[in-house]
Antibody, heavy 123, light 107 residues
Framework: QVQLQESGPGLVKPSETLSLTCAVS?????????WGWIRQPPGKGLEWIGNFHRSDNIYYNPSLKSRVTISIDTSKNQFSLKLTSVTAADTAVYYC????????????????WGQGALVTVSS | EIVMTQSPATLSVSPGEGATLSCRAS??????LAWFQHKPGQAPRLLIS???TRASGVPARFNGSGSGTEFTLTISSLQSEDFAVYYCQQYNSWPLTFGGGIKVEIK
């Protein structure tokens, strides 16, 4: 059974860096899957942040690209999100998720998600 | 960027009735569309991929249809556990984008 679990500080000060980790169990992050982050601000819909497959196969939302870094730690079977220079607008529930890689002419959506982690940006 | 538009924003339905949720893409996404069910405090749940293929374990009362730019999720005979927010998402091209969501509430 694939499980993803987000962890990290629930409170971040404005202008600082938001850091979250997603621990994966039941599946290897080294496999042929993409690992992504999605967020949901309070009272709003879902916003895709970015996906990581290999170091040469990383995609970020253009609206966040200048501030976002997603990386993978295969030794710990987890992946991470860093978002720099945060403001109150970055307050959201952050989800990590798995997406099967495209292949054979077809692509796929996220199939497993974590429960989400609320991060509040406030001084 | 492909913009996904969902309608209506809220759907009030009595248990046992059916519901039809719409999703429109600003340009063709072929059948690269997913539907997710999201309840408060829970992880979003994949219901439909490829516009019409139910994910494992999804009840047969959930049916997806459409291609190109117009898509529909039909829920027949709503059960109590079906009241939630439903999102469509396109995965045809980067950036991945979601619709604004449709809240299905008890009438």
């Amino acid at each position: 059974q694939v499980q993803l679990q987000e962890s990290g500080p629930g409170l971040v000060k404005p202008s600082e860096t938001l850091s979250l980790t997603c621990a994966v169990s039941g599946h290897s992050v080294s496999s042929n899957y993409q690992w992504g982050w999605i967020r949901q601000p309070p009272g709003k819909g879902l916003e895709w942040i970015g996906n990581f497959h290999r170091s040469d196969n990383i995609y970020y939302n253009p609206s966040l690209k200048s501030r976002v870094t997603i990386s993978i730690d295969t030794s710990k079977n987890q992946f991470s999100l860093k978002l720099t220079s945060v403001t109150a607008a970055d307050t959201a529930v952050y989800y990590c998720a798995r997406r099967p890689n495209c292949g054979g002419g077809s692509c796929h959506p996220f199939d497993y998600w974590g429960q989400g982690a609320l991060v509040t940006v406030s001084s | 960027e492909i913009v996904m538009t969902q309608s209506p924003a809220t759907l009030s339905v009595s248990p046992g009735e059916g519901a039809t949720l719409s999703c429109r893409a600003s340009q063709t996404i072929y059948n690269n569309l997913a539907w997710f069910q999201h309840k408060p405090g829970q992880a979003p749940r994949l219901l439909i991929s490829g516009a019409s293929t139910r994910a494992s374990g999804v009840p047969a009362r959930f049916n997806g249809s459409g291609s190109g730019t117009e898509f529909t999720l039909t829920i027949s005979s709503l059960q109590s556990e079906d009241f939630a927010v439903y999102y469509c998402q396109q995965y045809n091209s980067w950036p991945l984008t979601f619709g604004g969501g449709i809240k299905v509430e008890i009438k």
